[in-house]
């Protein structure tokens, strides 16, 4: 079993320990209720490190007022033995007290990259986001740190942030894992009814649906962004935003798609926000 560490102080003890011994650590942050999304990454990590950390945190800052910050599933069991099983050595499970000083007022806050697609929706998510992700850094003092391309924006976010500050940990991105009919795993996909369950595949159907138009020639990013936003709204209650991007600054494209786009959606069925995307390489 991988040994458990609750506070940041004994984390960045072992940590400094691990580094003293010459060992490369790596460093998977998660919110818990880990699914083969999380495990895959953290046998990414393993590939790289000697030391493999998973972080289990689910952060309050960057949850907003009305969302589902008291309701976000846990499963503290389950999750140690899936850290086992796939090759963390460690797992760090600090509580919001140890982690947030009551009167905490420093932030990291990136300011391009976040304020468009979830940033529109969530104000203060990245904020929260780049905050946590910095203060794991530097308690775990990863060598790697692995985040998956099933967000998007927070993955580019954070690359944006290690460069702008200069941190010394390589980032390493993770393919998305999907369940076998498309639906992009997540924890938050526990909260769906077995119809919503259904309804959800609008979004993968939807995106794969733009890859094969684009695979066929499809170049317009309007004609592609209106495809996918008719193919979700069918399925879901609310699309929260349809957006085909520049996959390197996130800014909108118009027109012929001639570099990378990445396509992103976000939409609701009932209470329960899902995410999406999929990169487009001419
Ligand atoms: P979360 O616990 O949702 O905060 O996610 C923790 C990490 O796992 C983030 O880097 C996510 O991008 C990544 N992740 C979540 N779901 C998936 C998935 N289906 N495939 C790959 N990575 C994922």
């Not at 086992?84 to 009551?102: E, I, K, N, R």
């Not at 890859?211 to 069918?234: D, K, M, N």
Request: glycine residues 6%.
């Amino acid at each position: 079993m991988p040994v458990v560490l609750h506070t940041p102080e004994t984390m960045q003890q072992q940590a400094a320990q691990w580094r003293r011994q010459g060992l490369r650590i790596g460093c998977v942050p998660t919110m818990g209720y880990l699914h083969e999304g999380h495990t895959s990454l953290i046998e990414l990590a393993a590939r790289h490190a000697e030391q493999v950390v998973v972080t289990i945190f689910v952060n309050p800052t960057q949850f907003g007022a009305n969302e589902d910050l008291d309701r976000y599933p846990r499963d503290l069991e389950g999750d140690l033995a899936k850290c086992a099983a796939h090759g963390a050595t460690a797992v760090f499970l600090p509580q919001a007290g140890d982690m947030y000083a009551p009167d905490a007022s420093t932030w990291v806050n990136e300011t391009t990259l976040s304020n468009g697609l979830c940033g529109q929706n969530r104000p203060g998510h990245f904020r929260g986001v780049t905050t946590i992700v910095c203060k794991l850094f530097w308690t775990v003092l990863p060598d790697v740190a692995v985040f998956g391309e099933k967000d998007a924006q927070q993955l580019r976010v954070i690359e944006r942030m290690v460069r702008d500050l200069n941190i010394p940990v390589e980032i390493i991105r993770g393919p998305i894992v999907r369940e076998a009919d498309g639906l992009a795993m997540s924890s938050r996909n526990a909260y769906l009814s077995t119809e919503n369950r259904q309804r959800a595949l609008a979004l993968s159907r939807a995106l794969h649906a733009a890859q094969s138009a684009f695979a066929q020639g499809e170049r317009c990013a309007e004609t592609l962004a209106r495809q996918v936003r008719s193919l979700i709204a069918a399925g879901v209650d609310l699309v929260d935003y349809v957006e085909v991007v520049d996959d390197a600054t996130l800014v909108p494209v118009a027109g012929r798609i001639s570099r990378p786009v990445l396509i992103a959606v976000a939409a609701r069925l009932g209470e329960t926000r899902l995410i999406d995307n999929v990169v487009l390489a001419p």
